[in-house]
């Protein structure tokens, strides 16, 4: 079986889905992998340290789609403006595995399914135990709420940490995150990493130790917060009401701030607006708000994304894809990722296609010229795929009750509502399980443990 790695079109992406440190793991397998010329160039990687690591280069971008499974890190749907380009060189019986932004842009998978290929969005990576080393969003989310940290701290007009010095005291800067999500528990680690005084707020109670456990101050504000989490430990959107009321307290705690951090958002719905432009102006001067969720709109008001806006004194800034920011580590995560996933299929070197695993069957978005993901397949308005199956059953036979499992997400009514606070990559997002925030932690490219470390004395990614 050939794997193909693919240069990426995106404007501004620099990651690569496959390092060389995965190439061998993959050979152990049984699979060959072929990598475009220069794929990994803008992360710092080149092409011989994929031919040192076992792997052939392409010579052309024909040659690498021609592969048996395809590996790129924004597919049609996560890239917009380029990734119809390479739709000429999909076709049945050929596997596309990368991000898609399935929820936030249904559309591409229509197209995509026209050219009879398998697409697995990896957006949409079940939150369970054994599927926590595949899922790209809590790895992506990590860089972005490091990076937005860094991004604050050059744009604010002082220092972070309280000094003592000959010359004076200069005070420590104040860090407020909104949301405790993997994005926000790492901007939480980075902020306090730097000096600053930090708070923290999440619709959660239960986040409370984590961001404790951190070193910041949990916000309470005064909201029912009882039916606040919903299925799977996700954070539920909330009515308008609700919203109301959580901007008018979050104002005070805003004014105090000299940075916030914003990343609370809804899969394949716009953002809440949490932050207000009254609040922006009440903030002083040479403020700073990194809003996280700015590709959906944006949880600030005067948000603009990828734009840095300036308001009353206070900057704005709305990054839509931080981890094309920090590309080499990047990589090395989004790589260890899809190998997991991808090694999930391969049984006795050959790729099996088991539905009955819900990894496999969660992220499945189109096979046989069709979208098969029953989430998808409703928000597009297409008929159940189970209804056709069972009308096609004998007459006296009971419909298969197994069907329904086999396809698409069979949680996918109560999913709608869920708010996913901090996983922000390419086209988002969405446990039952622990995730290390890799505070202080290199990625292990080697480790081929099943499960990521949460030692007690680190902050886990709440359930978000």
Known sequence: MRVSVIKETFPGERRVALVPASVGKLAKSGCEVLVETAAGERAGIADESYTAAGAMIARSRDEAFAADVILQVRTLGANPEYGADDLSQLSAGKILIGSADPLGAPEAALRIAETGVRLFALELIPRITRAQTMDILSSMATISGYRAVLLAAVELPKMFPLMMTAAGTLSAARAFVIGAGVAGLQAIATARRLGAVVQAYDVRAACREQVESLGAKFVELELPSDDAEGQGGYAKAMDEDFYRRQRELMASVVAESDIVITTAAIPGRPSPRLITREAVEGMQAGGVIVDLAAERGGN?????????????????????????????????????????????????????????????????????????????????????????????????????????????????????????????????????????????????????????PSPANEATEPKH
């Open 300 to 452: 600030c008001e005067v948000t603009q994304a990828d734009q840095r806006v300036v308001h009353d004194g206070v900057t704005i800034l709305g990054p839509t894809n931080l981890p094309a920011e920090v590309p080499l580590h990047a990589s090395q995560m989004f790589s260890n990722n899809v190998t997991k996933f991808l090694l999930n299929m391969i049984k006795d070197g050959k790729l099996e296609i088991d539905l009955t695993d819900e990894i496999i069957r969660d992220t499945l978005v189109t096979d046989d010229g069709d979208v098969v993901h029953e989430r998808l397949r409703s928000i597009l308005n297409l008929p159940p795929l189970v209804q056709a199956e069972d009308a096609e059953a004998e007459p006296n036979q009971e419909p298969n009750g197994d069907k329904e499992q086999q396809v698409g997400s069979p949680d996918a009514d109560d999913s709608d509502d869920r708010l996913d606070v901090g996983d922000l990559t390419a086209g988002q997002s969405t446990e039952d399980e622990n995730v290390d925030v890799a505070e202080d932690a290199e990625t292990d490219d080697d480790s081929d443990d099943d499960d990521l």
